[in-house]
């Protein structure tokens, strides 16, 4: 069975920065599509980026875009979310997710999920 456990988040004022980490237990970690999603109060789980099982390709929300950097390492089997200048508006539960394809920008395509992580920016 595959774990998702996030950690890293925390309170920070705006314009500061966080590093959130995913750990994932099971042998086959570097197959998988990885992601991080992110709700905020009262609003639906949105996408935030994703990297491809090698790495090799990333993709972004335009919201977060050159801000944020998706990073994963296959020998620990951790996936990165490096956040810099950080917004109010970037304040939610940040989710690891974990996908047995590609991976995508879509919550569907991903069968497995942690229990999220608490970011707040104080403005």
């Known amino acids: 069975q595959v774990q998702l456990v996030e950690s890293g988040g925390g309170l920070v004022q705006a314009g500061g920065s966080l590093r959130l980490s995913c750990a994932v237990s099971?042998?086959?970690?570097?197959?998988?599509?990885m992601a991080w999603f992110r709700q905020a109060p009262g609003k639906e789980r949105e996408f935030v980026a994703t990297i491809t099982w090698d790495g090799s390709s990333t993709y972004y929300a335009d919201s977060v875009k050159g801000r944020f950097t998706i990073s994963r390492d296959n020998a620990k089997n951790t996936v990165d979310l490096q956040m810099i200048s950080l917004k109010p508006e970037d304040t939610a539960v940040y989710f690891c997710a974990a996908s047995n394809s590609y991976g995508s920008s879509f919550m569907e395509d991903y069968n497995y999920w942690g229990q999220g992580t608490q970011v707040t920016v104080s403005s």
């Open positions: 099971g042998r086959t970690f570097r197959r998988y599509g």
